[in-house]
């Protein structure tokens, strides 16, 4: 089975430009979490989605949203984008809520 | 808050020895845990996850978990140079939110 897939790899954009992010999970998973990783903070959960609802949300402000399309492939969107939101994001997929969760090779983006 | 704890290291072993890797966690009703790689730059790699109490072996890594005294730690036999990495632990709560709580990861170095 082909692994997780994240679109794009790699992002430079500068302080309120909005960037939105894209996952497509391993077949036949069902759910798809996303979070942030940062040197500082390490890894930090911020949203999951199962059967296109979200069902759990990180501490993190409005700007960051996030969708799931009947194909379970997902995005993820930040709005007004600041400094601090420099970051690996990374897509983990599993077969369902609890399960062990498989990680994509992350976006890296860079906000100048 | 449920918290998962890591040395962060780095530890440093010699090649062939073996590295232990320990994580503490908070929620004493957790049932699931893992143990992720992650090399500079990259995204987390499963290595294995563990559910009962005792010894769980894949190859050269054994994870054991210990669930009275709340740890879980991981075991690297024959360590190689190409072990060095992060190891993040990971373990998902009771409660019902099946979001798995990561540790800030444990930096392990082999040294020829």
Known sequence: KAGVTQTPRYLIKTRGQQVTLSCSPISGHRSVSWYQQTPGQGLQFLFEYFSETQRNKGNFPGRFSGRQFSNSRSEMNVSTLELGDSALYLCASSPSQGETQYFGPGTRLLVL | ?112
Not at chain 2, 65 to 89: E, F
Request: aromatic share 10%; charged share 15%; net charge neutral.
């Open chain 2, 1 to 112: 808050q449920k918290e998962v704890e890591q040395n962060s290291g780095p530890l440093s072993v010699p090649e062939g020895a073996i590295a232990s890797l320990n994580c503490t966690y908070s929620d004493r009703g957790s049932q699931s845990f893992f143990w992720y790689r992650q090399y500079s730059g990259k995204s987390p790699e499963l290595i294995m996850s563990i559910y009962s109490n005792g010894d769980k072996e894949d190859g050269r890594f054994t994870a054991q978990l210990n669930k009275a005294s709340q740890y879980v730690s991981l075991l690297i036999r024959d360590s190689q140079p190409s072990d060095s990495a992060t190891y993040l632990c990971a373990v998902i709560p009771a409660g019902g939110s099946y979001i798995p709580t990561f540790g800030r990861g444990t930096s392990l170095i082999v040294h020829p």
